[in-house]
């Protein structure tokens, strides 16, 4: 499926803060974008292989054609009815002068009106049947183009995600999902029919009556529609400023609801209600706005309708007087124009909510236009991994082009050894992981797994062999048993008890009174730090990888705590390749060999004793800490004291 290009540069950089294009997401986009968002939508409707869904779309649109043709008759019978009606009235009082029988005058009426009545029911019985079968096509279409924006931006790399603005994000992925489903309601079973019916409706009236009623009919309703979508696409802007408005005010509560602690820190509730409340009055007034230029839009839009009415009905009044109609053609007349203004009475709403769907859907599908920025080589393999070598061969990379964080770093983590990677903030370690895990491509050099360029092998496969404890563990909203069979979906139940504990948090689990079925909270705030890093581990054992990064897994807790947890990390890791990422260089007297950075180069490297006795960089590092942790066990045995 081709995809579209249109306007996503400027959609994308709306949705994640570009300030000079901050309002343009809003704009409507332009004839040329909306043909763009539709080429791009249709093979959704008309899938590739898809022989049931193209055979329900072709049945959905004989049901369709079918009811309006019926639709168009109704008026037709009606006429006759009344008619005949009339007729028998007249035929009915002479009969009963002359005391004749009236019962075979009334059978005709009857079977009309029965017929009318059929005929109701068959628009009806069609119109349900075309959106029953339709249905399948429908919310197919919309699954599989909301699962395809979905995967793409998991596809995309990590700096894309690091620039997002979540709340703005979600709520595109939200509005272009009701985008498509209000779009195939509206525009393919509403406003297309109902201008096939407008042209039907015309041509009877030319060919039954006089060319005076097509094009009384014909240009009220031209009028109707131009002065509908003059006014619509003037109260757009309401529209436009109202969805700015709900979109900050969404960005607000959802920014100020993740980060209620810090809330709760500065005491700034007040503050935060300030801020979402201007939001909503800014929204307030755009909606008042609206409400009032709709209501001009329906007066408007009542008038030109009367004057078409008045008009066809003179005609035909006209007409019975001079005997060239009945009364059943004056009848006719009236409800044919009736019929087709009820539909366009929701014009405006159902062409300003396309527009919208149609920027929305640009908004959504212009996420598919993204570069992943890391992608797979068309011939990448999966990675072999055996021994599970690393090395870092002459590795330069930079976020930015003006900054560059690596600049030729080389070293080696031979098969089942530990290295480790210190140096003060900024140096460059946690690039090190990122780089591993192709959440970025390196600038220059490469690394290797097993003598692999890790940019040849498929990211899947690299990252299957590679497990990691980061050291903000976040898990998800659900239960200790799902937070560790995320590192393995689909593990059995004891796999998962196994891999608790080798992490040593079983026994802390079962006390609990839901066991395994604990739920941990949002971003596992139910959880104590060391809790949270011991789930961390089990995810990663039960993983099974080959390879095993640490990344400062242990810099955010207490010194008992984390004494354990580093004992449960040198256990799980023996006999693994591990990379571990410290701060705290008591962490890591143990390791095969240390390796320190300094502005995105290697300074020194060696083990423990090694560096001490170099006294370096890391020398002076180890003894800022001792003096540290000097100090705090002072005050912590300080605190211990009786007053």
Same mark, same amino acid.
């Given at each position: 499926m081709k995809r579209y290009t249109g306007t996503s540069r400027n959609a994308v950089r709306y949705l994640f803060g570009d300030k000079k294009l901050k309002n343009m997401g809003s704009d409507q986009p332009t004839a040329r974008a909306e043909f763009g968002v539709i080429k791009t939508f249709l093979p959704y409707l008309w899938p590739r292989g898809e022989f049931e869904l193209k055979t329900r779309v072709v049945v959905a649109l004989l049901f369709l054609v079918g009811a309006k043709v019926a639709n168009v008759y109704i008026p037709v019978l009606y006429k006759y009815a009344v008619d005949a009606l009339g007729g028998g009235e007249k035929a009915g009082a002479a009969a009963q002068s002359t005391g004749g029988d009236t019962t075979s005058l009334i059978v005709v009426?009857?079977?009309?009106?029965?017929?009318?009545?059929?005929?109701?029911?068959?628009?009806?019985?069609?119109?349900?049947?075309?959106?029953?079968?339709?249905?399948?096509?429908?919310?197919?279409?919309?699954?599989t183009s909301a699962l395809g924006v979905f995967q793409h931006l998991h596809g995309l790399s990590l700096r894309f995600h690091l620039d997002r603005q979540m709340g703005g994000l979600s709520r595109a992925i939200e509005r272009g999902v009701k985008g498509i489903e209000f779009l195939l309601s509206f525009m393919l079973f509403n406003i297309l029919p109902t201008l096939l019916e407008i042209v039907m409706v015309s041509v009877i009236l030319w060919v039954l009556y006089d060319v005076w009623f097509a094009l009384i009919t014909f240009v009220t309703i031209v009028i109707y529609i131009v002065f509908t979508l003059v006014v619509t696409e003037w109260r757009m802007k309401f529209r436009r400023e109202m969805n700015k408005r709900d979109d900050e005010a969404n960005t607000k509560a959802i920014d100020s609801l993740i980060n209620y602690e810090t809330v709760k820190y500065f005491n700034n509730e007040p503050h935060e209600a300030k801020?979402?409340?201007?939001?909503?009055?800014?929204?307030?007034?755009?909606?008042?706005?609206?409400?009032?230029?709709?209501?001009?839009?329906?007066?408007?839009?009542?008038?030109?309708?009367?004057?078409?009415?008045?008009?066809?009905?003179?005609?035909?009044?006209?007409?019975?007087?001079?005997?060239?109609?009945?009364?059943?053609?004056?009848? #006719?007349?009236?409800?044919?124009?009736?019929?087709?203004?009820?539909?366009?009475?929701?014009?405006?709403?159902?062409?300003?909510?396309?527009?919208?769907?149609?920027?929305?859907?640009?908004?959504?599908?212009?996420?598919?236009?993204?570069?992943?920025?890391?992608?797979?080589?068309?011939?990448?393999?999966?990675?072999a991994c055996k021994d599970a070598a690393i090395r870092f061969e002459d590795v330069h990379f930079s976020y930015n082009p003006d900054r560059n964080i690596l600049k030729g770093v080389s070293f080696e983590v031979p098969a089942g050894k530990t290295v480790a990677v210190v140096g003060p903030s900024g140096a460059g370690k946690s690039t090190l992981t990122r780089l591993m895990f192709r959440f970025y491509d390196v600038s220059g050099g490469r690394i290797t797994i097993d003598g692999q360029?890790?940019?040849?092998?498929?990211?899947?496969?690299?990252r299957?062999?590679?497990?990691?404890?980061?050291?903000?563990?976040?898990?998800?909203?659900?239960?200790?048993?799902?937070?560790?069979?995320?590192?393995?979906?689909?593990?059995?139940?004891?796999?998962?008890?196994?891999?608790?504990?080798?992490?040593?948090?079983?026994?802390?689990?079962?006390? #609990?009174?839901?066991?395994?079925?604990?739920?941990?909270?949002?971003?596992?705030?139910? #959880?104590?730090?060391?809790?949270?890093?011991?789930?961390?581990?089990?995810?990663?054992?039960?993983?099974?990888?080959?390879?095993?990064?640490?990344?400062?897994?242990?810099?955010?807790?207490?010194?008992?705590?984390?004494?354990?947890?580093?004992?449960?990390?040198?256990?799980?890791?023996?006999?693994?390749?591990?990379?571990?990422?410290?701060?705290?260089?008591?962490?890591?007297?143990?390791?095969?060999?240390?390796?320190? #950075?300094?502005?995105?180069?290697?300074?020194?490297?060696?083990?423990?004793?090694?560096?001490?006795?170099?006294?370096?960089?890391?020398?002076?590092?180890?003894?800022?800490?001792?003096?540290?942790?000097?100090?705090?066990?002072?005050?912590?045995?300080?605190?211990?004291?009786?007053?």
């Amino acid at each position: 499926m081709k995809r579209y290009t249109g306007t996503s540069r400027n959609a994308v950089r709306y949705l994640f803060g570009d300030k000079k294009l901050k309002n343009m997401g809003s704009d409507q986009p332009t004839a040329r974008a909306e043909f763009g968002v539709i080429k791009t939508f249709l093979p959704y409707l008309w899938p590739r292989g898809e022989f049931e869904l193209k055979t329900r779309v072709v049945v959905a649109l004989l049901f369709l054609v079918g009811a309006k043709v019926a639709n168009v008759y109704i008026p037709v019978l009606y006429k006759y009815a009344v008619d005949a009606l009339g007729g028998g009235e007249k035929a009915g009082a002479a009969a009963q002068s002359t005391g004749g029988d009236t019962t075979s005058l009334i059978v005709v009426p009857v079977a009309l009106i029965i017929g009318y009545g059929l005929v109701r029911i068959l628009v009806s019985a069609f119109g349900e049947m075309r959106d029953a079968v339709f249905a399948k096509v429908a919310q197919r279409a919309i699954r599989t183009s909301a699962l395809g924006v979905f995967q793409h931006l998991h596809g995309l790399s990590l700096r894309f995600h690091l620039d997002r603005q979540m709340g703005g994000l979600s709520r595109a992925i939200e509005r272009g999902v009701k985008g498509i489903e209000f779009l195939l309601s509206f525009m393919l079973f509403n406003i297309l029919p109902t201008l096939l019916e407008i042209v039907m409706v015309s041509v009877i009236l030319w060919v039954l009556y006089d060319v005076w009623f097509a094009l009384i009919t014909f240009v009220t309703i031209v009028i109707y529609i131009v002065f509908t979508l003059v006014v619509t696409e003037w109260r757009m802007k309401f529209r436009r400023e109202m969805n700015k408005r709900d979109d900050e005010a969404n960005t607000k509560a959802i920014d100020s609801l993740i980060n209620y602690e810090t809330v709760k820190y500065f005491n700034n509730e007040p503050h935060e209600a300030k801020r979402y409340d201007a939001a909503l009055r800014g929204y307030e007034v755009a909606a008042v706005q609206s409400q009032v230029s709709l209501s001009k839009l329906n007066v408007g839009q009542g008038a030109i309708i009367a004057v078409g009415l008045v008009l066809n009905m003179l005609l035909a009044a006209q007409g019975v007087k001079d005997g060239n109609m009945t009364v059943g053609d004056f009848v #006719l007349v009236n409800t044919y124009l009736l019929q087709l203004y009820m539909p366009l009475n929701f014009l405006g709403f159902v062409y300003r909510q396309i527009k919208q769907s149609l920027t929305d859907m640009e908004r959504m599908f212009s996420l598919l236009d993204v570069d992943k920025e890391v992608e797979d080589k068309a011939d990448a393999n999966a990675l072999a991994c055996k021994d599970a070598a690393i090395r870092f061969e002459d590795v330069h990379f930079s976020y930015n082009p003006d900054r560059n964080i690596l600049k030729g770093v080389s070293f080696e983590v031979p098969a089942g050894k530990t290295v480790a990677v210190v140096g003060p903030s900024g140096a460059g370690k946690s690039t090190l992981t990122r780089l591993m895990f192709r959440f970025y491509d390196v600038s220059g050099g490469r690394i290797t797994i097993d003598g692999q360029d890790i940019r040849d092998v498929t990211q899947n496969s690299l990252r299957q062999e590679i497990g990691i404890v980061p050291q903000d563990t976040v898990l998800f909203n659900d239960t200790i048993a799902y937070n560790i069979s995320y590192g393995r979906p689909g593990a059995e139940h004891d796999e998962i008890e196994k891999a608790a504990k080798l992490a040593s948090i079983d026994g802390f689990v079962r006390a #609990l009174p839901d066991g395994f079925k604990t739920m941990v909270g949002e971003r596992g705030l139910k #959880l104590s730090g060391g809790e949270k890093q011991r789930v961390s581990i089990a995810r990663m054992l039960l993983k099974r990888p080959k390879i095993m990064i640490f990344d400062e897994a242990t810099s955010a807790l207490d010194t008992r705590t984390e004494k354990d947890i580093q004992q449960a990390l040198r256990d799980v890791s023996r006999g693994h390749t591990t990379l571990v990422i410290a701060h705290r260089l008591s962490t890591v007297i143990d390791a095969d060999e240390i390796i320190v #950075l300094r502005d995105g180069q290697v300074a020194e490297r060696g083990r423990h004793q090694e560096l001490l006795a170099q006294e370096g960089l890391y020398s002076e590092m180890w003894a800022q800490q001792q003096e540290i942790r000097e100090a705090e066990e002072i005050l912590a045995h300080a605190g211990e004291k009786p007053n």
